[in-house]
């Protein structure tokens, strides 16, 4: 479940980066910081739900 987790992320990644035209840097520093965050948030998801079932 893990690695469907981490392939689903990359490809949406992937899509976000390559539909959303990054006009300028500060545009590209703002949506990393904000993959960053999904992926910490989808990790922490997986860590808790695994720790508690």
């Known amino acids: 479940i ?3 987790f981490k392939c689903s ?3 949406y990644s992937e899509v ?3 539909k959303i035209p ?5 545009v ?5 910081k904000i993959l960053v ?3 910490i948030k989808i ?5 808790l ?5």
Do not use: C, E, G, M
């Open 2 to 4: 893990f690695q469907f």
């Open 49 to 53: 739900y695994f720790w508690f079932d």
């Open 9 to 11: 992320f990359n490809v």
């Open 16 to 18: 976000v980066t390559t």
């Open 28 to 32: 590209k520093q703002k949506w990393k």
């Open 22 to 26: 990054h006009t300028t840097s500060y």
């Open 43 to 47: 990790l922490l998801d997986i860590h």
């Open 37 to 39: 965050r999904a992926k």
